[in-house]
């Protein structure tokens, strides 16, 4: 059986305390991220620039200020190569999955190349959007 899996990036606006995954970023466009994962996919993880891959319902973890955006391509391989590393752990690279990143290029960029070959299926709904045509296509969708 196939499945549908949201992967959705961190944000920069967090709670001040830790906080399992889900609940630590607290932007509004993190929200519509989330509500839209939670509604339309079959499962959803996070990609943090710190931690790589988070589970929702994780153990709860620091604020932390650390971006993608904007950061030297090697760290960005460094870190696509540890997420490429843990979706493969989690079963999440398999013909039968389809990825959908509700993610910037910061975040997609340098992991698609790694994940290809892997025989998962990836999209991305937004791809190609300025960030306010980006929160207009989720609260269209919402």
Same mark, same amino acid.
């Given at each position: 059986? +196939?499945?549908? !899996? $949201?992967?959705?990036s961190c944000v920069k606006t967090k709670q001040d305390q830790p906080a =399992? =995954?889900?609940?630590?970023? #607290? +932007?509004s466009y993190f929200r519509k991220m989330r509500a839209y994962a939670e509604q339309y996919h079959?499962? %959803? %993880? !996070?990609? +943090?620039?710190?931690? $790589?891959?988070l589970a929702p319902d994780g153990p709860s973890i620091e604020p932390y200020d650390e971006t993608l +955006? $904007?950061? =030297?391509?090697? /760290?960005? /391989?460094e870190w696509a190569d540890q997420v490429a590393a843990q979706l493969a752990e989690h079963g999440l690279l398999s013909e039968d999955?389809?990825?959908v990143l509700h993610a910037g290029k910061d975040y997609y960029e340098e992991l698609l190349p790694r994940i290809e070959d892997s025989g998962v299926t990836v999209e991305i709904p #937004?791809? $190609?959007l300025a960030i306010g045509e980006t929160q207009a296509w989720y609260n269209e969708q919402l």
């Open positions: 059986m +196939s499945q549908e !899996i $949201g992967l959705v =399992p =995954p889900k609940a630590l970023y #607290t +932007s079959d499962d %959803w %993880w !996070i990609l +943090s620039a710190k931690h $790589g891959l +955006s $904007g950061a =030297p391509v090697a /760290r960005k /391989r999955v389809t990825l #937004t791809e $190609g």
